[in-house]
């Protein structure tokens, strides 16, 4: 129980300096953008702008996988397996684009 306590502990802290550097970036991205709008075209902003959205690009990414992770992870405890829905969602957008193709070519056909 000493190591889950430890580790618990460790990822809360983790997790809370992520989101804080998350808040504090994208609250940077809005100052720079403002300061961007207001006239000074000034290349060392615009720099500093695309720097920081590549650093919270980055945090971003890193939260993505850890969902994906942990849906595979529910998928797999649970038995479920998502191959039906997402070939029911195939057939859905099949049906959809061959309509919409009929349909188009009814409206425009030099008939």
Same mark, same amino acid.
């Given at each position: 129980m000493e190591i889950r306590g430890f580790t618990v502990k460790f990822s809360k802290i983790k997790a809370r300096k992520r989101r804080d550097k998350e808040t504090f970036l994208q609250k940077r991205i809005n100052k720079l953008f403002? $300061?961007? @709008?207001k006239g000074k075209n000034n290349r060392h902003i615009i720099c500093e702008l695309n720097s920081t959205r590549a650093r919270l690009k980055k945090i971003?990414? +890193? $939260?993505?996988? %850890?969902?994906?992770? !942990?849906? !595979?992870? !529910?998928?797999? @405890?649970? %038995?479920e397996r998502n191959n039906k829905?997402? +070939?029911?969602l195939e057939k859905r957008n099949y049906s959809k684009k061959t309509s919409l193709q009929t349909e188009t070519s009814k409206w425009f056909s030099p008939n």
């Open positions: 403002l $300061k961007d @709008e971003t990414a +890193l $939260k993505t996988r %850890g969902t994906i992770l !942990r849906s !595979r992870t !529910r998928w797999h @405890e649970q %038995g829905y997402f +070939l029911n």
